[in-house]
């Protein structure tokens, strides 16, 4: 009998004749993630085993895995050779410190096994009973606990009580090079997030206008970044100075058109970053209707000036839905230290809702908008995150 973590997978069953090439990913990525701790990896059919690793590293294990896009649940647990007796005795060890109502499931994979999957059960729950007398009730229907018993045909039996959610998703690169418009808000790591569940690895691009946004506003995205790297198997960071842009737009444009204005600059810098390095697609954390830059008409005027794929995973969710999954994530806490990015430089009192792209264009040509872009992109800083 020795300790097990049993991992599983997600979308990866739907992928045909393709599923090697995810499954590939998701060793690489597994193997990434459990780099810092002493472990073996085993492969079972669809699932993945973590044997020999040390008890303490056991929170640490779990924490990382949980973060690798692909796995769908996983189970602390015992394997044990594929004996009646050692089956009961490993069950018993597994109820161990458990109480209250509860259920055996067996499922039996391996046909040449003497016992049918109700009679072990059966066999299992009575020695379990009269291992823990006056602790354990046997409940068949909504039990507090189920005990697994899981027959593999390689001669082994997995026993395991918890299930425990994994992040789901498709392997992290199978979806390409996404470049993520990183603000220091809540929404753009979500989104972010979001997008490594559908296999897309990150870079992050970030707007800093020092001396209006200090040294702690970037550390802060920083930190961002360094999260989501956790998530994505790496990130790059690519730290713009904005400054100059926005003082040329604050000078030369209209105050309304200041928002209008930025964002289509940052959706250009974004792009030429992304087909510099390998990008394919630009993510942004935008929610229809949030704020001025994310109406319907906005935000056809930022798109209006790029090419590339823009996803937008948040743009049908309210704030709430968006606070849930940062909370989750673990960038909320981060994400809400009082330190103010570039969006809030200069800020319009009344900023346009629906800018016309007539308007738009008579406002951006007040601009020397390439040579703002080219000084821009000769300044930039790159963090590894």
Do not use: W
């Amino acid at each position: 009998m020795k300790k097990i973590i049993i991992i599983r997978v997600c979308e990866i069953f739907l992928k045909g004749k393709n599923r090697f090439y995810f499954l590939k990913l998701l060793e690489d990525h597994i193997e990434m993630a459990l780099s810092p701790y002493s472990h073996e990896l085993e492969k079972s059919q669809m699932r993945y085993i973590v044997t020999n690793f040390s008890d303490g590293d056991f929170d640490k294990i779990i924490g990382a895995l949980k973060k690798v896009s692909g796995i769908h649940t996983l189970s602390p647990g015992y394997s044990v050779e594929s004996d009646v007796d050692k089956i009961s005795d490993c069950a018993v060890k597994a109820m161990e410190e458990k109480r209250g109502f509860f259920k055996v499931e067996t499922n039996r994979a391996d046909k040449r096994f003497p016992l049918h999957s109700v009679e072990l059960s059966a066999k299992v729950g009575g020695d379990i009973l009269s291992a823990y007398p006056n602790v354990f009730t046997v409940k068949v229907k909504n039990p507090e606990l189920v005990l697994n018993i899981d027959i593999r045909e390689n001669g082994v039996t997995l026993i395991y009580t918890d299930v425990i959610k994994g992040m789901g998703g498709i392997p992290i690169g199978s979806s390409g090079h996404g470049f993520l418009m990183l603000s220091g808000g809540i929404d753009s790591p979500v989104a972010g997030y979001m997008m490594c569940k559908r296999g897309m690895r990150l870079s992050g691009v970030h707007f800093h206008s020092y001396p209006y946004t200090g040294e702690a506003a970037k550390q802060k995205v920083i930190e961002l970044a360094e999260n989501l790297s956790q998530y994505s198997c790496g990130m790059k960071l690519y730290i713009v100075k904005f400054t100059e842009i926005q003082e040329a737009i604050h000078k030369f444009c209209s105050e309304e058109f200041m928002i209008t204005m930025m964002r289509r600059f940052m959706m250009r810098i974004t792009e030429r970053l992304a087909l510099k390095f390998g990008g394919q697609a630009i993510i942004t954390g935008e929610s229809l209707g949030q704020v001025a830059s994310q109406t319907v008409e906005s935000i056809t005027s930022s798109n209006s000036v790029v090419k590339m794929p823009v996803f937008r995973p948040l743009i049908a969710f309210d704030k709430l839905d968006t606070i849930e999954i940062a909370q989750k994530i673990g960038t909320y806490d981060t994400s809400i230290l009082p330190y103010e990015d570039c969006c809030t430089v200069f800020l319009p009192k009344y900023p346009v809702i629906k800018p016309k792209m007539e308007k738009v264009l008579k406002e951006e040509s007040k601009l020397d908008v390439e040579g703002l872009i080219e000084n821009a992109l000769n300044q930039i800083e790159v963090v590894e995150a």
